[in-house]
């Protein structure tokens, strides 16, 4: 029962226990040699600039759609000094399609400060990697695993549930004592401190499983390392892990968004505040009700065509999106804003619903 094991696994914790997998790390290893991923462009590296770019872009994203953008970032900003001196507006314009584009402004943050406070090296351990901007403890704990082979344990989405799942920890991901103590389970089951080499292999290898194997749902156990120790498969019931009793409460807007184009075909964008909903990113100008919108456009009320409302879902938040074209002035009191043509506005950091619009 997962509430008993969850009992047993918090007496074995205060009795300062190591939980009982001590060959766990061996096996990910050894399965990692194997079976693992090996052929990706970010591996078989120690560069932590390539390391921490891909770390950053596949925080929510499939690593089919990152290899594309990876190799045109490195492209453009072949270092990290390079991507520091670039702009903002190049920065979002080659993450265009990615979405979360606050990784994209912290990742730019974080090339400025690498140079500004490191003299353009990163530093090479996971404490100094977490005081730089966007980069957390999985993440930093990444880089300096993979480049520096520092003897630190990664906890991202794909490891928590592997980990969950082996060692049937029912603790509630919600709670931040429950993480802390996982982070403590992470740690215990690391390789051995002497074996330097391992650490690369087995950081690599327990996220390859969680990726790979170890699904959120339907896992493959038949093909897991260490189903023999699984404590979620004895129990019968993998996908009940992890746990989590606290669900992201949702919440929806309603918007209205101005699609203004000229006679030549270029359209109306403005740059968006910097913080907000789409902060720094180009947009059609946006209105929080169609009466708003009407009073930015005086004389103009006949000219206005209602285009089909459509839904964008976010990670919290439904946005219902409404559309309406116009051809006849620009709206007043807008600040930043200019007419771009379709050769620019391919290359802007545009919110995905705006870029489904005007492309369609
Ligand atoms: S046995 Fe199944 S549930 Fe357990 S770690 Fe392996 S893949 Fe995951």
């Known amino acids: 029962m997962p509430s008993e094991r969850a009992a047993a696994t918090a007496a074995q ?3 300062g226990a190591a939980p009982a997998l001590p060959d766990f790390a061996a096996h990910i290893v050894a399965w990692q040699a194997t079976h693992g991923r090996s052929a990706l462009p970010w591996q078989n590296t120690r560069d932590p600039y390539r390391v921490w ?10 690593v089919t759609t990152v290899l594309g953008y990876f190799a045109r970032f490195l492209e453009r900003f072949p270092t990290v000094g390079a991507l520091a001196a670039g702009t903002e507006d190049e920065v979002f314009g080659l993450w265009s399609g990615l979405g979360y584009y606050s990784r994209a402004r912290n990742m730019h943050r974080c090339a400025q400060d690498v140079v500004a406070r490191f003299g353009g090296v990163f530093p090479t351990t996971a404490a100094e990697l977490m005081t ?17 082979g520092e003897r630190v344990a990664i906890l991202d989405g794909n ?24 982070w403590d389970e992470a740690t215990r089951l690391l390789p051995p401190a002497d074996d330097r080499d391992a650490i690369a292999r087995y950081t690599q290898g327990v996220m ?12 493959a156990c038949m093909l897991c390392p260490v189903s023999r120790r699984c404590v979620a498969l004895r129990e019968g019931e993998p996908e009940r892990y992890p746990v989590k009793t606290r669900k992201l409460k949702r919440t929806a807007q309603s918007l209205w968004m101005l699609e203004l184009r000229d006679p030549q075909g270029r359209v109306w ?6 913080r907000g909903i789409w902060a720094g990113l180009y947009c059609l100008p946006v209105f929080d009700s169609r009466e708003a ?20 879902v976010l990670t919290h938040k439904d946005l219902h999106l409404h559309p309406v074209r116009c051809r006849a002035t620009v709206p007043q009191g807008r600040e930043g804003a200019r007419w771009v043509d379709a050769a620019e506005w391919r290359r802007l950091g545009l919110p995905a619903p705006v870029r489904k619009l005007l492309e369609g």
């Not at 770019?53 to 499939?62: A, D, I, N, R």
């Not at 490891?159 to 993480?179: C, H, I, N, P, Y």
């Not at 964008?269 to 910097?274: F, I, Q, S, T």
Request: proline content about 8%.
């Open 13 to 15: 914790r205060a009795a």
């Open 208 to 219: 390859d499983l969680g990726a790979t194997v170890c699904l959120p749902r339907k896992p």
């Open 159 to 182: 490891v928590k549930r592997v980990l969950t799942r082996v060692l049937g920890f029912a603790g509630d991901m919600s709670s931040a004592a429950q993480e802390r103590a996982l």
């Open 293 to 312: 919108l009407v009073a930015a456009m005086p004389g103009a009320a006949s000219d206005l065509e209602d285009l089909p409302p459509f839904v964008h």
């Open 53 to 62: 770019l891909s770390e950053v872009m596949l925080q929510q994203t499939q």
């Open 132 to 148: 730089l901007p966007g980069i957390g403890r999985s993440t930093a704990a990444a880089i300096a695993a993979f480049c520096f």
């Open 269 to 274: 964008l403005e740059k968006r505040p910097a």
